[in-house]
């Protein structure tokens, strides 16, 4: 068995043939549109990254691959993951599948309950499915760039979640039970539709919510005494509650593109702890 086969930027149009097996298979930025049946016999495969090329199917025979534990295949034109991908028990680390032609994932990706990070930004996902809740170990989420209107109540059982990229998507609400996401710590929703900050747990340390509809920041916002940054760019805010100034860690407050924003007198002491405020 050989460790490693790196065909990166080789120039292929056809997938290699494989005389050996492999515990990593690297093709990426290729012109392979193909993935060749041999593949399938690759069972000490633990690496495959096949991304930035012209893929348009995974057939069911990727459920064969159980020693996987990375995958990407990112930047291709693939509109569907099979079921199969539920039988990757092992994978551990990363799924990338960002950048393709995908409406939707599938319900046995919820098999997969040692993945860390889930990448499906730049697709055509408009909804996730219900059993999502199942990726316990899922500590890294980017949905960006989907046409998601709303999050699936079972999203809140993801409870080792630190970083969500939910931008540039049509989500109007989330559900109530979001602020149960207790170690989230980095949230962006840019490019939406909410009217209202979103009930979050208290320990975030960044919040980007650009471009919605937001109307008032609430004078709850000073439960989140850890917060460092946060972005409310191009909304609908007039005025400020004094309570901001209890954001004793807050390093960035950025309000420009409010076009009716009221600045307050007291914005001059968020200046002098040297939090940098844009408006």
Same mark, same amino acid.
């Given at each position: 068995?050989?460790?490693?086969?790196?065909?990166?930027?080789?120039?292929?149009?056809?997938?290699?043939?494989?005389?050996?097996? =492999?515990?990593?298979?690297?093709? =990426?930025?290729? +012109?392979?549109?193909?993935?060749?049946?041999?593949?399938?016999?690759?069972?000490?495969?633990?690496?495959?990254?096949?991304?930035?090329?012209?893929?348009?199917?995974?057939? /069911?025979?990727?459920? +064969?691959?159980?020693?996987?534990?990375?995958?990407?295949?990112?930047?291709?034109?693939?509109? #569907?993951?099979?079921? &199969?991908?539920?039988?990757?028990?092992?994978?551990?680390?990363?799924?990338? *599948?960002?950048?393709? @032609?995908?409406?939707?994932?599938?319900?046995?990706?919820?098999? *997969?309950?040692?993945?860390?990070?889930?990448?499906?930004?730049?697709?055509?996902?408009?909804?996730?499915?219900?059993?999502?809740?199942?990726?316990?170990?899922?500590?890294?989420? +980017?949905? /960006? #760039?989907?046409?998601?209107?709303?999050?699936?109540? &079972?999203?809140?059982?993801? &409870? +080792?979640?630190?970083?969500?990229?939910?931008?540039?998507? #049509?989500?109007?609400?989330?559900?109530?039970? =979001? /602020?149960?996401?207790?170690?989230?710590? =980095?949230?962006?929703?840019?490019?939406?539709? *909410?009217?209202?900050?979103?009930?979050?747990?208290?320990?975030? @340390?960044?919040?980007?919510?650009?471009?919605?509809?937001? $109307?008032?920041?609430?004078?709850?916002? /000073?439960?989140?005494?850890?917060? $460092?940054?946060?972005?409310? @760019?191009?909304? #609908?805010?007039?005025?400020?509650?004094?309570?901001?100034?209890?954001?004793?860690?807050?390093?960035?407050?950025?309000?420009?593109?409010?076009?009716?924003? $009221?600045?307050?007198?007291?914005?001059?002491?968020?200046?002098?702890?040297?939090?940098?405020?844009?408006?």
């Amino acid at each position: 068995m050989k460790e490693v086969l790196n065909l990166n930027n080789a120039g292929l149009d056809d997938f290699p043939e494989l005389n050996f097996l =492999f515990k990593e298979i690297s093709l =990426f930025n290729n +012109k392979i549109s193909v993935i060749s049946n041999n593949l399938w016999n690759q069972h000490e495969l633990e690496i495959l990254n096949i991304s930035a090329n012209l893929i348009t199917e995974i057939p /069911e025979d990727l459920g +064969k691959l159980k020693n996987l534990k990375m995958i990407d295949f990112g930047h291709n034109n693939i509109s #569907k993951i099979p079921d &199969s991908i539920g039988n990757l028990v092992n994978l551990n680390s990363y799924l990338y *599948l960002h950048n393709n @032609r995908l409406t939707s994932l599938p319900e046995k990706i919820s098999e *997969l309950k040692k993945v860390t990070y889930l990448n499906i930004s730049e697709n055509k996902i408009e909804i996730l499915p219900n059993t999502i809740g199942n990726l316990k170990s899922l500590v890294e989420l +980017k949905v /960006e #760039k989907n046409s998601l209107t709303k999050l699936p109540e &079972s999203f809140c059982g993801l &409870s +080792k979640l630190i970083y969500l990229n939910l931008a540039k998507n #049509k989500i109007g609400s989330l559900p109530k039970c =979001f /602020e149960n996401l207790s170690n989230l710590r =980095f949230l962006n929703i840019d490019d939406n539709q *909410l009217k209202q900050l979103p009930n979050c747990n208290p320990d975030l @340390r960044e919040i980007s919510l650009r471009n919605n509809e937001i $109307r008032e920041i609430p004078e709850s916002i /000073e439960r989140f005494e850890y917060l $460092r940054t946060l972005d409310l @760019r191009g909304n #609908k805010i007039i005025e400020l509650p004094k309570e901001i100034l209890n954001l004793k860690y807050l390093e960035r407050l950025d309000l420009r593109w409010n076009i009716n924003l $009221r600045i307050p007198s007291w914005s001059n002491q968020l200046l002098d702890r040297k939090c940098v405020f844009y408006y």
